[in-house]
C-alpha cells in the first residue's frame, strides 16, 4: 500500500496494532481484545490508510511485518509502554504523597504555625519535598502554580475549593508600659481616646465589634495612630508601646503567657476569624490531601 498520510492517526490504533503482532493472528488478536475479526481487520486497514504505508503482509496462512511495519511496531511498544508508565504514575500520585508541595501562606502564621508543621509531616512523608513561600500578598493560586494556599480571615469568593482547617480569636491587646502610661480601657467606648495600630490588610481594619456574653454588639471606629500590612509589623509596634491592636490569638498567646502584652476587655469577643486551605481543581492530589489532614489532625 502506498499513498498519502492523513492529517491525524487514531493512537487507539496502536494498541490494536501492538496486539495483532503480539497474538500472531487476526483471531487470537479479537479474542484478547474482545471485539470482532472484522473490526481488527478493519482498524489495520484504517491505521495503514492513515499512516500512508503498508504494515502487515497478509496470506492465507500467515503474516508478516513489512520493514516499515517492524519499525513501527518497535516505536509503538516503546510508546505504549511509556504511556502506561505514565499513568502509572498519576495513579501513584493520586494515591501516595509524592513530588514537590509547592504552598503559599501568610508570612506570621506561617512562620507561627505551617513551618512547624511542615517539619513534622516532611518526617512522615519522605517521599514529598516542600516549596513554601510566605507572604503578606494573596497570591494567585493557579498563575503562580501553588498546590495548596493557607489562608486566614474571611475568604472572598472564588472557584477555588476551599477546607477548613479551623479558626481564631481575635484579640486586643496592648504592652504593659503602655497601659501604665495611658490607663486601661475598661469599656468599648473608652477605646476611641487610645493610640490604635491598625492592620491595614484586613477589609475594615477599623471596625471593631464586640460581642457581650449576652449577644449584645458595640461598635468602635478608632482613628489609628499607625498602621501596617503585617501582623507580625502591627505586634512589634504594640510590643513597643505605641498603641493597642487587635491581633490574632497565634500571634500573641505566647506574649501574653509571658507579660510581654496584656488582654484587653476580655469579658467582651472579636469575630473569629477562619483558617482554610484553598486549593485548585475539582480533586486534590495525594500530597495535598494528606497535608490538610496533617493540619487538621493537628488542630491547627
Known amino acids: 500500500m502506498r499513498g498519502e498520510r492523513t492529517d491525524q492517526v487514531n493512537l487507539n490504533r496502536l494498541a490494536v496494532f501492538v496486539a495483532l503482532v503480539r497474538a500472531g493472528s487476526f483471531t487470537a488478536a479479537a479474542e484478547q481484545l474482545g471485539m470482532t475479526k472484522a473490526m481488527v481487520s478493519q482498524h489495520l486497514a484504517k491505521l495503514e490508510q492513515e499512516l500512508g504505508v503498508t504494515l502487515l503482509v497478509r496470506s492465507t496462512r500467515r503474516m508478516s511485518l513489512t520493514e516499515a511495519g517492524a519499525t513501527f511496531h518497535a516505536d509503538c511498544v516503546r510508546l505504549l509502554a511509556e504511556a502506561e508508565a505514565a499513568i502509572e504514575r498519576v495513579g501513584t500520585a493520586r494515591d501516595r504523597p509524592s513530588g514537590t508541595l509547592r504552598l503559599t501562606a501568610s508570612l506570621d502564621y506561617g512562620n507561627a504555625v505551617i513551618v512547624p508543621h511542615l517539619a513534622s509531616f516532611m518526617r512522615q512523608h519522605p517521599a514529598v519535598q ?8 494573596v497570591s494567585d493560586v493557579i498563575a503562580e502554580r501553588f498546590d495548596l494556599a493557607i489562608r486566614g480571615g474571611w475568604l472572598r469568593d472564588s472557584s477555588l475549593r ?31 481616646s487610645h493610640s490604635v ?18 449577644g449584645k454588639r458595640s461598635t468602635v471606629r478608632p482613628r489609628p495612630l499607625a498602621q501596617a500590612n503585617s501582623a507580625a509589623a502591627v505586634r512589634g509596634l504594640v510590643l513597643a508601646g505605641v ?40 480533586r486534590a492530589p495525594a500530597k495535598v490531601r494528606a497535608f490538610i489532614e496533617h493540619l487538621q489532625a493537628s488542630e491547627v
Do not use: C, K
Not at 481564631?168 to 467606648?189: I, K
Not at 484586613?202 to 464586640?210: A, E, K, S
Not at 501574653?256 to 469575630?271: D, K, Q, S, Y
Open 197 to 214: 495600630v491598625a492592620m491595614s490588610a484586613l477589609p475594615n481594619p477599623l471596625r471593631w465589634t464586640f460581642t457581650a456574653h449576652g
Open 130 to 137: 516542600v516549596d513554601l513561600v510566605l507572604s503578606d500578598h
Open 162 to 192: 476551599a477546607t477548613r482547617l479551623g479558626s481564631f480569636r481575635q484579640l486586643l491587646v496592648a504592652a504593659p508600659a503602655y497601659l501604665a502610661e495611658r490607663g486601661t480601657p475598661r469599656r468599648v467606648d473608652e477605646l476611641p
Open 243 to 282: 498603641g493597642i491592636a487587635v491581633l490574632p490569638d497565634y500571634l500573641v498567646d505566647e506574649d501574653i503567657r509571658a507579660g510581654r502584652l496584656v488582654a484587653l476587655l476580655t469579658h467582651l469577643h472579636l469575630p473569629d476569624g477562619g483558617i482554610h486551605a484553598v486549593y485548585p481543581g475539582p
